[in-house]
């Protein structure tokens, strides 16, 4: 049984630094990580993307379920391990290169297919982006993640011990990578903080641009501010 679940979606910027910080501890920590499902598009199933968000966001997410759709078919066929695979090569081919791909242009198999091969996976495995009988499964963990937060979030959704009922929370949302060392400190002051149970909310809505390539932001750099609700960049609530 996993000691952690980790709800992701892969075109989520913050997710991904989440998800390399959560590496370094499991790494130090012998951590087993579930890698679970949550999708920005079906979380915002109802929200009109032209009036709340900014320009090319929908395709973006919908983007992010079809990749989530290649996850699905990958645990199927290969199991939770190697959804961890996908999702680390996912995440450097979107975010940690100078170029990203346009937002679209991540879920088409022009972009999956040498990802797939690179891992050793199948290219026949992204026939699943289409495959929209998988959005079951993915509406059911998006349901899972949000059931156990509530749904003024976003991406990532983390679950500590799952198997004793244990705590979950959204985020944290981090948009640096601590090194190894701060990693473990973080680590334990965000689960003793989560660890209480009258605890609710700690939050603000301004954050930095993720220290990313994607992002124009290297190393040892700032990003610019900007405001967030719910995971995600809305113009308005």
């Excluded at 991904?16 to 590496?23: E, N």
């Excluded at 290219?123 to 349901?143: F, K």
């Excluded at 976003?154 to 799952?162: A, Q, S």
């Amino acid at each position: 049984m996993a000691d952690l679940h980790f709800y992701f979606d892969p075109v989520c910027p913050f997710a991904w630094m989440t998800s390399k910080w959560v590496r370094q501890v499991a790494e130090q920590r012998d951590y087993d990580v579930e890698w679970r499902f949550i999708s920005l598009r079906l979380v915002n199933a109802d929200v009109d993307y032209g009036a709340h968000f900014p320009a090319d966001y929908e395709a973006g997410h919908t983007a992010g379920l079809r990749l989530l759709r290649v996850a699905a078919r990958v645990r199927d066929m290969r199991g939770d391990e190697a959804v961890g695979r996908l999702y680390e090569a996912l995440g450097r081919y979107i975010f940690e290169v100078d170029e990203p791909p346009g937002r679209a242009d991540r879920g088409t198999r022009e972009f999956v297919e040498p990802i797939l091969a690179e891992i050793g996976l199948p290219s026949d495995l992204a026939d699943a982006l289409d495959d929209e009988s998988a959005d079951a499964q993915i509406r059911a963990e998006t349901e899972e993640a949000l059931a156990l937060t509530g749904k003024d979030v976003g991406t990532p959704i983390l679950h500590f011990r799952p198997a004793d009922g244990g705590i979950a929370f959204f985020g944290p949302v981090i948009s640096r990578l601590p090194s190894k060392e701060e990693s473990v400190e973080l680590w334990e002051h965000v689960v003793a903080l989560a660890s209480f149970p009258g605890f609710a909310e700690l939050k603000r809505s301004m954050r930095e641009r993720p220290q990313l390539p994607a992002f124009g932001v290297r190393p040892g750099e700032t990003g610019r501010q900007e405001d967030w609700h719910g995971g995600s960049r809305r113009l308005k609530k």
